[in-house]
């Protein structure tokens, strides 16, 4: 399974949250979970190529690297030790709740990200850019659980510096077991994606384009719930530092990124939409009972109407006309399952 990338989201509603009918004001202990909330993720591709390596400890590459001052590479190249049923190393998560909705989100630590492409980070210099080789990487996803708890409504995936989310409304959640989603990470950039799916017009080719880095699996599984571990709770010493932002890099040329003031949010949108530069929207999609165009969405019609291009219209007395309208990806989530698990219009 899998997350997120070095990007930031904006916090808000940062009290504690808990899952359905438990006190708020407390930390959700990884026992409180349910499969629902707790995605598996597939850490092996299937493309042929060798596996840069694995997700690992924060607290040892923070012992080694941050305190340490440790120059060398630190990463986990043992799959043995994220393997089925048999996982060793910490899924660090936070929990929000807006309204009767529960938001987690979850991450996953890697030690550092190779090359994508060597050809093309030597050249990266000569033309204003940075090599994709870093130390430490942090990657997440959220997963948005429905009003009861009972289910999945969305999950929004996160890579470079963008993020999309894919509606369970829609089918558009790749589940094992009924109910843990999956999710495929990037073999060098371990970027969270939702299947092995890439769109219309795009190739693997091993770079760090947002749909280049192969993420196609074996189908092994790194069962997160194994080792869950909350990032409110301070189980760790990294957490304490990492909250009073005693440190800002992960090691010499090492990411910023600081998970402990990234959690879960209640106005989170649902893609970056942005033509000129990441393509996430590409897989994201629209509310549920919506028309999605490819490169915008359109709201959809009531049960009765009758769907036209710009109006949704009735064939009863009193007739009445609805207009529909554009909108782009970069949605709100919303804090329901009305749109994530049930027709926006009805």
Known sequence: MYYLKERRIGISCRSPAFLSGMQAGRIVK???LTPVERPRRSPVPRSGLPVKNYPMSAQSYYDQVVVGGKTSIVEN???????????????YYQVDRCGSQIRIMYWWFYGYQHSCNPVIDVAAPYVGLEPSTHNGDWERVMVTASEDGSRVAAVTYWAHAGHYTRIDGRGGVDLTHGTDPVIYPGRATH???DSETIPSGFTSLGGCGYWDDPHTTNGSMMDTWNNLVSLDDSAEPWMIADRA????????????????????TCSVSAADYDLLKETSYLRSQCK?????HGLY???GCPSGYDTYEFTCTNRSYPWDTIGRHYYDYDFTLQTHDKCLLSNCNN
């Not at 043992?78 to 910490?90: E, F, I, L, Q, R």
């Open 30 to 32: 990884a026992a409180e």
């Open 77 to 91: 190249k043992d799959y043995t030790t994220v393997a089925n049923y048999t996982n060793k190393v910490p899924t």
């Open 191 to 193: 970027a969270s994606y």
């Open 245 to 264: 932002e005693s440190f800002d890099a992960w090691g010499a040329n090492g990411v910023t990124t600081h998970p402990t003031s990234d959690p879960p």
């Open 288 to 292: 549920d009972g919506d028309e999605d």
């Open 297 to 299: 969405c359109q709201t």
